[in-house]
């Protein structure tokens, strides 16, 4: 029997790093929270150098290419969730407001300017991987 | 994809982490490519078929869907 399923050191990498990122942002939440916002910030950066340190230190990828698969697949559905609920939402809320039905609240209008970046980023992403693929 | 890497891995009587560190992956995408749950990419399988100087249709063929 051969030892595949023994964790190689490149687990323990792995799991370093999201543990790192993980118990950073959990004190940065817990610390706001509790009224140390810039503590918390610092736990924060804390954990993000500790993350970035330990997948740069590392003799084996951190990450690979079948992450990357994994991640582009999961930005893909988010794009694609993100992108079919605004095009149902805003056009709703703008012919609903129009028509007097309902009033914007101010959080409204900022979820608009976020998702309205969110694909202007996007779009400017998509032209430029076209580009360096000609 | 069907995939023989896992006999020719342990023909040689490689781990899994040790293949992976061989060819640049991780432990868990040479699992996944052995199990069938990740195709790899052409430069992967390039350098599976070097590693194990065979070809690459040595180490991966399309499945057989029962109608050629």
């Known amino acids: 029997m051969t030892d595949t399923a023994l964790p190689s050191p490149t687990v323990s990498t792995r799991s370093l790093y999201a543990a790192s990122w993980a118990v950073g942002s959990a004190l940065y939440a817990a610390l706001i929270v509790a009224g140390y916002p810039l503590v918390g910030v ?25 992450d990357r698969a994994v991640f582009d697949e999961a930005g893909r559905h988010t794009m694609a969730a993100v992108g079919m609920a605004s095009a149902v939402v805003f056009p709703t809320m703008v012919a609903a407001r129009a028509l007097g039905y309902v009033t914007w609240p101010e959080w409204f209008y900022y979820a608009g300017y976020f998702v309205a970046g969110l694909f202007a980023v996007w779009g400017v992403f998509v032209l430029l991987a076209r580009s360096h693929r000609r | 994809m069907e ?19 061989a060819v ?4 868990q995408t040479i699992n996944a490519v052995e199990r069938g749950r990740y195709d790899p990419s052409l430069e992967l399988a390039l350098k599976l078929a070097a590693h194990f100087d065979c070809a690459v249709e040595d180490l991966f063929q399309l499945e057989d869907d029962g109608e050629g």
């Open chain 2, 3 to 21: 995939s023989n890497l896992r006999e020719y891995r342990e023909r040689e009587g490689l781990s899994q982490g040790a293949l992976g560190e």
């Open chain 2, 24 to 27: 640049g992956v991780t432990r």
């Open chain 1, 42 to 66: 610092g736990a924060f950066v804390a954990g993000a150098v500790v993350a970035v340190a330990l997948g740069h230190e590392s003799d084996q990828p951190t990450f690979d290419e079948r």
